[in-house]
């Protein structure tokens, strides 16, 4: 598998840089609503720390 | 887990629409959101089958939340879950029952589009409710907002009349969202109108032309498209000035849910 591809819980893989920036390709609006969501929830896996991402969006610093 | 979360709201017959970041996944505007938000019917006997459904999981309440009650549901609360995640991180669950610039839930629903997902078909707002909601204080929500108005023509329920055209138009905010816009829909030059109709109409035959477009022009709509921004996000801080004062009370005399309780 190359560098650039990991592989999510259900052993599919993700290609890391179409995951970050799929839309600007347009290749994102012509994969299916299931196949979007699974790439988009994969990439959770990367988030450094889940709470401190959800909370900077959810109760932002004034 | 996931897997087994939409599972048990079906299985307690909950009332709910898939609203916010994973929507706008699902309709393609945006590529990645970390967390799950939706919509509850705010009765009292749904939000007693979704408290049931998230005691099935395990949850646990998260910061800054109230009780889990129809009162706060309908006074346009959000309430905060998290869950474990198995093998993968916790997630979030975030919850409104009343969300901002919506109409009522009944009325949502009819607008909902069905989605096949791993996690099985989950209900998903409309996508013109999806843009209301959308128009918040984060800046980053108004490229999404205009991925949503190129998106609507992909939907079934879709036509490109004048009315859906200007729709789509009212709602785009980036210069390269309007590009697309021109080139998916030439005939959409025509229609401009109102204080950025000569600026819309020359950036259009720019595009449709495929010449480069005057600096100036862009420059004129971009500080159209900033003000319209500021505008929305105004509206926005307005709308939650008194949920918030609330929050802070029901905060400051107890009355919030203990962070890391069970549910």
């Known amino acids: ?62 | 887990m996931i897997e087994s979360f939409f599972p048990s709201l079906k299985h307690r017959g909950v009332e709910h629409l898939l609203i916010s970041g994973q929507a706008t996944v699902l309709y393609g505007a945006a590529t990645f959101s970390e967390d799950i938000d939706l919509w509850l019917d705010p009765a009292p006997e749904n939000c007693a089958r979704f408290a049931a459904a998230l005691r099935d999981c395990g949850a646990r309440y998260y910061k800054l939340t109230p009780p889990l009650a129809a009162e706060h549901l309908e006074r346009g609360h959000g309430f905060h879950f998290v869950l474990a995640g198995g093998a993968e991180p916790e997630f979030f669950v975030d919850v409104m029952g009343k969300p901002p610039r919506a109409g009522a839930f009944s009325a949502a629903i009819a607008s909902a589009r069905w989605m096949e997902t791993e996690w099985g078909p989950l209900r998903t707002i409309g996508l013109k409710d999806l843009v209301e909601l959308k128009k918040t204080q984060r800046v980053e929500d108004y490229p999404i907002i205009s991925n949503l108005a190129l998106a609507w023509f992909d939907q079934p329920e879709a036509a490109a009349t004048p009315a859906e055209l200007l729709w789509s138009m009212e709602n785009i905010f980036t210069l390269s969202a309007l590009t697309t816009f021109f080139e998916a829909h030439p005939g959409a030059v025509e229609l401009t109108a109102g204080e950025q109709a000569a600026a819309l109409k020359s950036f259009g035959r720019h595009v449709i032309s495929g010449q480069a477009v005057p600096e100036q022009i862009e420059e004129e709509l971009n500080t159209w498209m900033q003000r319209r921004m500021a505008a929305l996000q105004q509206a926005d801080r307005r709308y939650w000035r008194d949920i918030i004062a609330e929050l802070k009370k029901l905060r400051s005399t107890g009355q919030l849910m203990p962070d890391g309780s069970e549910v």
């Open chain 1, 1 to 62: 598998m190359p560098a650039d591809y990991e592989t999510n819980s259900a052993g599919q893989s993700v290609k890391i840089s179409e995951a970050l920036s799929p839309y600007k390709a347009a290749r994102w609006r012509q994969l299916t609503p299931r196949e979007r969501l699974r790439r988009s929830w994969a990439m959770r896996s990367r988030l450094v720390d889940p709470r401190a991402a959800h909370d900077r969006k959810l109760f932002p610093k004034p």
